[in-house]
């Protein structure tokens, strides 16, 4: 016999049970969409609905406003490749675990929630999940001290677990006992920083797609160093999910369109003048993106050249947009398939610093590139141009 949820929270009276509307379950299976593989939509998924549930539940219940860290939109990063949110109510981090496990029979943390410092958080939520049924409950609670210290930890999927004997069923009585003794702040080892070489190569091996998540590909010392740079967590998820796409031939012949507008692309001097081989007229101009780059704005332009030849030529320049300003020794300026491919000729290096950075490149009809710099622009996502 299914019993209601009614009677499974008398039966469970400690544990927060809360329902989930089917309108809530297909809106967030909705926002689920963009994902690189099923895995990662589905733990995105379930994320996002004990995320909002508990939310709004915890709300009401301290009356304390909570805030979601990492943010909303740093979210889909991380649950591209491991499970887990924290909220911030009241000065305490709580971390919440999904699962669809009906046992309950410990709490799983993935490393990350424990080792890396700014992940940490005082207290670890077990969620159980029913879909088929349409709820939640909260069933145990953790301590970072408890897992830290008597947690077992599994060096084969890096994660940390405790018995639900040695869990606290009730939330009521963490709200109460946090507010008479607070408790000990997690005192995390803190992780040795990448260089940008380094970054450059985990995001290599990362980055590739692939039916599961890439984080027991590499060491934790580096994996957590990554992991933890807000930056980097959103250009792995970009390097392993869909890009933006653009024509730049469609601009320079009919003026800048509202994709590229949300791209930050403007085009200046617009006027037609340089015919292509094929018979088609560009306008003269060029494509202009301010980038703020290590504490400064440049501009990346794009300038269609007409050669003798009858090919065009795409120039990309960086400039540094201060007056009299320089673009920095070891500044790269990096050109790829649309695939992320490296080809020859593809990078330009200033190898002191320089007034402007440039690479020039003849493509075929139809040709895709991807562009960037390093270090990389503040709030850079990858994008193709398509010439």
């Known amino acids: ?187 995390v080892a803190p992780l040795a920083s990448l260089s940008w070489e380094e970054a450059e190569e985990l995001l290599a091996v990362l980055g590739k797609r692939s039916p599961y998540s890439p984080r027991l590909e590499v060491p934790f010392t580096k994996w957590g160093a990554f992991m933890e740079n807000p930056n980097l967590r959103r250009l792995l998820f970009e390097r392993r999910t869909p890009l933006p796409e653009i024509s730049i031939l469609d601009i320079f012949k009919n003026g800048i369109s509202e994709a590229a507008k949300q791209l930050s692309w403007e085009l200046k001097n617009w006027q037609r003048g340089v015919a292509l081989a094929r018979g088609e007229t560009l306008v003269n101009g060029y494509l202009s993106r301010q980038l703020f780059i290590a504490g400064q704005n440049y501009e990346l332009q794009i300038i269609p050249r007409h050669l003798d030849s009858g090919e065009t030529a795409w120039r990309f320049e960086l400039r540094n947009l201060a007056p009299g300003a320089l673009i920095p020794g070891g500044f790269k300026l990096r050109l790829l398939t649309e695939t992320g491919e490296s080809f020859e000729n593809n990078e330009v290096v200033a190898t002191f610093p320089m007034e402007n950075l440039y690479n020039e490149i003849v493509l075929e009809e139809g040709e895709g590139l991807i562009w960037e710099t390093l270090p990389y622009p503040e709030g850079f996502r990858r994008e193709v141009l398509r010439f």
């Open 1 to 187: 016999m299914k019993l209601s949820l009614n009677e499974l929270a008398n039966i469970y009276p400690k544990q927060i049970w809360l329902e989930i509307s089917e309108a809530e379950i297909n809106t967030a299976w909705e926002k689920s969409r963009n994902y690189s593989n099923d895995a990662a939509r589905w733990n995105a998924y379930l994320n996002l609905l004990s995320l909002n549930r508990l939310l709004e539940w915890l709300k009401t219940e301290t009356k304390n406003a909570a805030q979601v860290s990492p943010s909303w939109e740093e979210l889909p990063p991380v649950w591209e490749v491991v499970t887990g949110s924290a909220i911030h109510i009241n000065n305490l981090r709580f971390i919440i675990l999904p699962t669809e496990e009906i046992d309950g029979a410990e709490i799983r943390v993935p490393q990350e929630w424990i080792d890396i410092p700014s992940w940490a958080g005082e207290y670890y939520l077990a969620v159980q999940v029913n879909l088929d049924d349409g709820w939640l409950r909260v069933w145990g609670i953790a301590t970072y001290q408890q897992l830290k210290n008597r947690g077992e930890f599994d060096e084969f999927d890096r994660s940390y677990s405790l018995e639900r004997k040695d869990l606290i069923e009730s939330f009521n009585a963490v709200w109460v006992k946090q507010q008479i003794s607070p408790p000990e702040k997690p005192k």
